[in-house]
């Protein structure tokens, strides 16, 4: 280090300002708290998620599995009843009361029953981990 | 602090013992805010980085693996947040206040030495001013925070002729630009 560099060094020393503000500390620890609070919400909701998504497969693969043991619907059929049966000049009435009738009430209760497994397990486990 | 006593408490940061993150802030706190400090020159700003280096620190101290002391580790996270955020604000120059206080009953010399010394603050703040955020620095760590070369580059993960050229580029401009007042200061 030579002259100049001394010199340099004496005035930077002269501008440095280290004094730490008041409460700087509790700062720093309330936005730790912070993040720790907004990382905790995002891996709850990451968790909600994935167990909606978990839960619809279920439900979808209970689905495919009812109709594939029991009713044997096929997509054409189902096709024909979107396409066909709903309009609103009388075919309504018939769409409730045709032979499908029962299957469509099963599927709806089980979806119904599914959906209901699902909210109430998944606030156990909320109500768990708030704990 | 010594290494090994740091090494230390940073080992049992790791293991979970998180409360005694507070001594690193205690420690290493003035050194952070000083350099941030040269680099934001908005005080509220700085403030702000320095607060958020600590907080970064504090969730990433399982990735600091000792390579180099934790000092380095924490100025290459103030180096690239408060190169950043020079980047996102475009930077307004508020001078860096001198600690020095007038000599009130001294001699006329000592007072003319005084004014002289205002005067440069002045140049090396309108100098300081006028360099790039990673420039400013990189002169503050070297003058200030007497880091070396290798340190330097470890921070800024220049290489090390990178650092040197820059440094001798920078002061060689603050020579040019300061050497009559220097002269008058100190003969």
């Known amino acids: 280090m030579d002259e100049n560099d001394k010199n340099l060094k004496e005035l930077f020393a002269g501008l440095a300002d280290e004094s730490v503000p008041f409460n700087f500390e509790v700062k720093i620890q309330k936005k730790i708290e912070e993040r720790i609070a907004k990382k905790k ?6 968790h909600q998620i ?7 497969v279920i439900i979808s693969a209970v689905l495919y599995f009812l109709n594939y043991k029991y009713f044997g619907l096929q ?3 189902l ?3 979107l396409t066909d049966s709903i309009n609103f000049t009388g075919k309504i009435k018939s769409m409730f009361s045709n032979s499908l009738s029962l299957t469509w009430l099963i599927i709806g209760l089980n979806v119904v029953l599914l959906i209901f497994a699902e909210r109430l397990i998944s606030e156990k486990l909320s109500r768990k981990e708030k704990e | 602090m010594k290494r090994e006593e740091e090494l230390i408490l940073i080992e049992k940061i790791k293991a979970g013992e998180l409360n005694l993150f507070n001594t690193l802030i205690e420690t290493h706190s003035p050194k952070i805010l000083s350099v941030v400090r040269g680099v934001v020159s908005n005080r509220e700003d700085a403030e702000e980085v320095a607060q958020d280096v600590f907080v970064k620190a504090y969730f990433s101290i399982k990735s600091f693996r000792g390579d180099c002391s934790f000092s380095t580790w924490l ?4 180096y690239n947040m408060s190169v950043s955020k020079t980047r996102l604000k475009k930077r307004e120059h508020i001078p860096i206040e001198k600690t020095g206080n007038i000599p009130d009953n001294n001699s006329l010399k000592e007072q003319e030495n005084y004014l002289d010394r205002e005067r440069q603050y002045k140049i090396l703040n309108k100098i300081l001013g006028e360099l790039e955020a990673s ?4 002169i503050i760590s070297f003058y200030n925070h007497e880091k070396s070369i290798k340190e330097i580059a470890e921070i ?13 580029r920078i002061k060689k ?10 002269e008058v200061c100190y003969g």
């Open chain 1, 50 to 56: 994935s167990f909606a998504v978990i839960i619809a």
């Open chain 2, 135 to 138: 420039d400013r620095f990189l």
């Open chain 1, 41 to 46: 919400e995002s891996n709850e909701l990451f």
């Open chain 2, 156 to 168: 800024t993960g220049m290489s090390e002729s990178n650092v040197k050229v820059k440094l001798h």
């Open chain 2, 173 to 182: 401009r603050l020579n040019l630009l300061m050497g009559d007042n220097m």
């Open chain 1, 75 to 77: 997509i054409n059929n």
């Open chain 1, 79 to 81: 096709k024909f009843l």
């Open chain 2, 75 to 78: 100025f290459r996270i103030a």
